[in-house]
T-cell receptor, first 112, second 115 residues
Framework: KQEVTQIPAALSVPEGENLVLNCSFT??????LQWFRQDPGKGLTSLLL?????REQTSGRLNASLDKSSGRSTLYIAASQPGDSATYLC???????????FGTGTRLKVLA | NAGVTQTPKFQVLKTGQSMTLQCAQD?????MSWYRQDPGMGLRLIHY???????DQGEVPNGYNVSRSTTEDFPLRLLSAAPSQTSVYFC??????????????FGPGTRLTVL
């Protein structure tokens, strides 16, 4: 059974720092892995989707990587800003299941 | 496009009452799903649909019913509300989840409290 873990559960960093958020999954057989951002009281906003054949995806200051063999994905945020403060969730999609498996998220606070 | 819309935003029910949470999308997405989000437990899949007339159970389906009569709408029905169903409910959609290339889009959520 696929399980997705995000550690740490919470993280505080000073503004301007580059940071890495981690996502681990137990079964390397995934179609894709998607990263989301969730602001308090809001829905999830898709940030990046990495297909199983890809190693990384980039959007602005965000870069997500995928290493299926080690069961790990990372979300790199460059030059963090207070506006980046939110909860970041990752979700893995096992083939043939029609079901995404979510991690419990990392709550990020960027201090001004 | 309005994207994925959900109504109501907030709802308070008494134990035993029934209600329907509405979800609609205007992106012609085949796949739609319902999740509940609880503190410390992440998002858990309740039901999903891969197209009009086709629905299936997710991880936590008990106490909930769904139907998909059109591509656009995917309502979630609570049959007899219980305090354990107090949660935030999210609807999501994707064009073609089976191919693994299309991202999921989420609605703004419905915050439900059952007294």
């Amino acid at each position: 059974k696929q399980e997705v873990t995000q550690i740490p559960a919470a993280l505080s960093v000073p503004e301007g720092e580059n940071l890495v958020l981690n996502c681990s999954f137990t079964d390397s057989a995934i179609y894709n892995l998607q990263w989301f951002r969730q602001d308090p009281g809001k829905g999830l906003t898709s940030l990046l989707l990495i297909q199983s054949s890809q190693r990384e995806q980039t959007s602005g200051r965000l870069n997500a990587s995928l290493d299926k063999s080690s069961g790990r994905s990372t979300l790199y945020i460059a030059a963090s800003q207070p506006g980046d403060s939110a909860t970041y969730l990752c979700a893995a999609y096992p083939p043939g299941t029609y079901k995404y498996i979510f991690g419990t998220g990392t709550r990020l606070k960027v201090l001004a | 496009n309005a994207g994925v819309t959900q109504t109501p935003k907030f709802q308070v029910l008494k134990t035993g009452q029934s209600m329907t949470l509405q979800c609609a999308q205007d992106m012609n997405h085949e796949y739609m799903s319902w999740y509940r989000q609880d503190p410390g437990m992440g998002l858990r899949l309740i039901h999903y649909s891969v197209g009009a007339g086709i629905t299936d159970q997710g991880e936590v389906p008990n106490g909930y019913n769904v139907s998909r009569s059109t591509t656009e709408d995917f309502p979630l029905r609570l049959l007899s509300a219980a305090p354990s169903q107090t949660s935030v409910y999210f609807c999501a959609s994707s064009y073609n989840i089976a191919g693994g290339k299309d991202e999921q889009f989420f609605g703004p959520g419905t915050r439900l409290t059952v007294l």
